[in-house]
């Protein structure tokens, strides 16, 4: 399944380039510039490049850090380059003033600038030559930062220290908290030299464990998440070998990072019922319970919780559909447009228009437009960045995610109150990350794009559900999650 595993790309690409402190100097910053190699479970991905310097923006003595990340893997045999560059301008004590994240993958691009206020944070999402502005609101009380380092104190680190601190996450569009601990003093020893370091836990949202091994004075000497990415502090000709030169393709990404089920599922596009344990690093929030799945927590403390997920699908009775369009307040929130679901764009409007034509019932427009965005969709593996919708409408390639945003902005845009859905799914012997859809049509009904059928089976296993960007949050059981099937019909 070559549309799988894109999501985890694209967020392994943000832990690295926003989970660890960039610099550590404190009123006048110098310039610097480090490489560091990026490692998966032991094999050579990519490589990252980071320089600082101080700089003026908009009349501001500041510091610009930039930051760039190459990654090269293969899915399924197609080979994949994600490419992802952020800019940072951040005046004292390193608060953010502006920010470019830039993504590449596949021929596509998506950027997300980023203009910081006193209370708020103006955001432009740009894909394909198409716009979404949106304003995030800076909670009261909240003091926003672009380098770690400065919410331990600048002056001096010292084990036991503890810090809370909000930055902006360019991926979920979103201000999300950050907390990081001091955990130990520890000599590592990198290519041949003994460096002194600390050890610095940071836990996000979005990314989950980060641990950071920095010198007093701020050097980064290696990094490792939960995902199972380590990076590790070598020369530019070291960490682009193999990735800019020499590449040797690592084992295939798709396996490496797939969930091995216990027993095999004959037909798994079929399967009515599953009862399923999974266990690893999930969030109470992943336990989600619905009339199509139940979840029962069977151990909750620690890093390694465990869960009985039971998933019963059975055929929508047609005749049960509400009307068109659905205006109850209650769905409010998932008829609303936002910077990747384009719902009010003209282009999407029009489109859903013409698919739904005269339709009244909600459950007969939103099997139209299943069924148009799978005979109008191409897959292409190698497109590791989320785009919004209008971009995936005029570009008709990519990934379970961008079906799955492009159906969600078509459903919306005719009044079908609609959720972008991300799990795992079975498929050959093993659970692939996945996302797919939800449509209110008098109950939720799931539909996934990506296969010819109405039908969604009950391989496909529900961790977070909402908007285009709630599907980051499944980002910290990458590398902890483990499967057991109990039973399958």
């Given amino acids: 399944m070559k549309h799988t595993v894109r999501l985890l790309l694209i ?17 006048a910053p110098t310039a610097s510039d480090f490489w560091m190699g990026v490692y998966m479970m032991g094999q050579k991905m990519g490589y990252m490049h980071i320089t600082t310097e101080p700089v003026t923006y908009e009349g501001q003595k500041c510091t610009k850090v930039d930051s760039f990340f190459r990654m090269k893997t293969v899915i399924l045999g197609q080979s994949m380059q994600q490419d992802v560059r952020t800019v940072v301008y951040a005046g004292e004590r390193f608060a953010p003033l502006f920010q470019v994240f830039d993504m590449t993958s596949g ?9 910081f206020a006193e209370k708020e944070v103006k955001c432009k999402v740009t894909s394909a030559g198409s716009t979404t502005e949106k304003v995030i609101p800076i909670p009261e009380g909240v003091s926003l930062i672009g380098d770690s380092m400065y919410a331990l104190g600048a002056d001096k680190i010292e084990v036991g220290q503890k810090a809370k601190l909000h930055y902006f996450n360019p991926m979920t569009i979103s201000i999300d ?65 193999g990735v800019d030169s020499d590449y040797v393709p690592p084992e295939d990404f798709a ?25 690893g690093n999930l969030d109470e929030k992943m336990g989600i319970s619905d009339n199509h ?21 059975t055929q929508f009775d047609e005749k049960q559909s509400v009307n068109l369009p ?90 079908i109150p609609t959720k972008v859905v991300a799990g795992i799914v ?10 797919w859809a939800e449509c209110y049509v008098g109950e939720w009904v799931a539909f996934d794009a990506t296969y010819p059928s109405d039908f969604v089976d009950a391989t496909h296993v529900k961790l977070a559900e909402g908007d285009a960007t709630n599907m980051f949050e499944m980002a910290p059981v990458f590398g902890t999650l483990k499967a057991e099937i109990v039973k399958y019909e």
């Fill in 107 to 115: 021929g596509g691009r998506t950027t997300v600038e980023a203009k």
């Fill in 426 to 435: 079975y498929m050959n012997g093993h659970f692939y990350y996945h996302a």
């Fill in 177 to 241: 908290p950050m907390d990081l601990e001091v955990l130990r003093q520890e000599q590592l020893e990198v290519n041949g030299k003994t460096y002194d370091t600390f050890v610095i836990k940071n836990t996000m949202k979005t990314v989950g464990n980060v641990t950071t091994w920095q010198t007093a004075e701020g050097s980064i000497i290696k990094t490792t998440t939960a995902m199972g990415l380590t990076m590790i502090l070598e020369t530019a000709e070291q960490a682009v070998s």
């Fill in 11 to 27: 967020l392994i690409a943000v832990a690295v380039i926003f989970a660890y402190p960039a610099c550590a100097e404190e009123s």
């Fill in 255 to 279: 396996l490496l990072t797939s969930v091995r089920a216990n027993i095999d599922i004959k037909n798994p596009r079929q399967v009515k019922k599953l009862i399923i344990r999974l266990s």
């Fill in 293 to 313: 799945q139940k979840v029962t927590w069977l151990t909750t403390e620690g890093e390694d919780r465990k869960a009985e997920f039971v998933i019963e699908c």
């Fill in 326 to 415: 659905i205006k109850d307040e209650k769905f409010a929130s998932y008829l609303e447009p936002s910077p990747y679901l384009q719902s009010d764009a003209p282009a999407i409007k029009a489109k859903a228009a013409e698919i739904v034509g005269d339709e009244k019932s909600a459950y007969k427009a939103a099997k139209a437009i299943r069924a148009w965005v799978t005979k109008n969709m191409k897959p292409q593996a190698d497109m590791g960045i989320p785009r919004p919708a209008v971009d995936v409408l005029n570009n008709r390639v990519g990934v379970c995610r961008d079906y799955s945003v492009l159906f969600a902005s078509l459903a919306r845009a005719v009044g």
